[in-house]
């Protein structure tokens, strides 16, 4: 098929940018569904244009795609004012269909805490770092998509980077040779926490976690979670010890399975109900403790996250 006829055809066109620009939306959004409808809209405006005057896909994809999740981010902000309890981003399993084609430095990085600075960033801030240092897109291109000068960009980067450094976790995370893969010493610590958690033990539980972990849960209101943020060894152990004695639903019990996997390229532990994912549990890592621990519950986060479900560019 000549490059002629193949940009005459809107879906044989767009699929081979899809994964860039669902990685892009997913980095700005922090949602994999709101991703999804921000790739659909660039599809849908993609078939509507006329094509044959593109001269370069990838730009016009890109460009499109960010001013619809800078839109997007309006809404999101005024929806977020009215969010109950802490608010994560939703959790995926397999990074690697969210990275660019191009390798950096932050190409892989999609954790749960990265997403989180990014989430404090201003939207232009946010669109300009991830275009240039994670999408290798050229400043030149990057004022096009902003509509705003090249020095401009520049500078919001350049912001973006130094509060991206400054507050880039330091809990370990992973780059999995397959998604799920989990180094050994990770696996141990989890399931030394899952049995103590499941055993109220206080003692035990204080032997994996760090002085200054912190446990971040996000429910939405919709199911039980912590409206704070808990932070300390103590007050964490107890929280934990406390969750097992109250909650009904718990994994421990017979409907639900837990298993371990990869989120966010974080060692994990996915909770299975009948019906699907009921939680996911990240954990940051460091010298062999846990320092950090996201744990998402909310429903709305997890729908995504069922086998097989992938949509098409013309669904």
């Not at 839109?71 to 005024?78: I, W």
Request: glycine share 6%; proline share 5%.
């Amino acid at each position: 098929m000549s490059t002629a006829t193949a940009i005459t055809n809107p879906e044989d066109s767009f699929e081979p940018h899809r994964r860039r620009l669902l990685g892009l939306a997913y980095r700005m959004l922090g949602s994999m569904s709101d991703a999804e409808d921000a790739v659909q809209e660039t599809y849908l405006r993609w078939h509507a244009a006329d094509r044959t005057k593109v001269s370069e896909p990838r730009a016009f994809l890109m460009t499109t795609t960010t001013r619809i999740c800078l839109d997007m981010l309006t809404s999101a902000r005024a929806r977020r004012e009215e969010y109950v309890g802490p608010w994560l981003p939703e959790p995926v399993f397999d990074t690697a269909a969210l990275a660019p084609d191009k390798g950096t430095e932050l190409a892989e990085d999609l954790s749960i805490a990265l997403l989180l600075i990014l989430d404090n960033l201003s939207p232009l801030q946010r669109a300009a770092f991830l275009l240039h240092d994670v999408f290798d897109f050229s400043f030149a291109e990057i004022a096009i998509a902003l509509g705003r000068s090249e020095a401009a960009c520049r500078q919001l980067a350049s912001r973006a980077r130094v509060n991206v450094r400054a507050a880039r976790p330091r809990g370990t995370s992973v780059s999995p040779a397959r998604p799920g893969e989990i180094d050994r010493k990770h696996a141990e610590l989890m399931s030394a926490f899952a049995a103590a958690t499941a055993a109220g033990d206080l003692n035990a539980l204080m032997q994996v976690l760090a002085a200054d972990v912190r446990v971040v849960t996000d429910g939405g209101g919709k199911v039980r979670s912590a409206l704070n943020v808990i932070e300390g060894a103590d007050r964490v152990a107890n929280f934990l010890v406390e969750v097992t004695r109250k909650r009904p639903d718990a994994w421990w019990q017979d409907d639900f399975r837990l298993r371990m996997g990869t989120v966010n390229g974080l060692p994990g532990l996915i909770v299975d109900s009948p019906g699907g994912p009921v939680q996911t549990t990240a954990f940051e890592i460091e010298h062999d403790l846990i320092r950090a621990v996201y744990v998402v519950r909310n429903p709305d986060k997890l729908r995504h996250l069922a086998v097989g479900r992938r949509p098409t560019a013309g669904e």
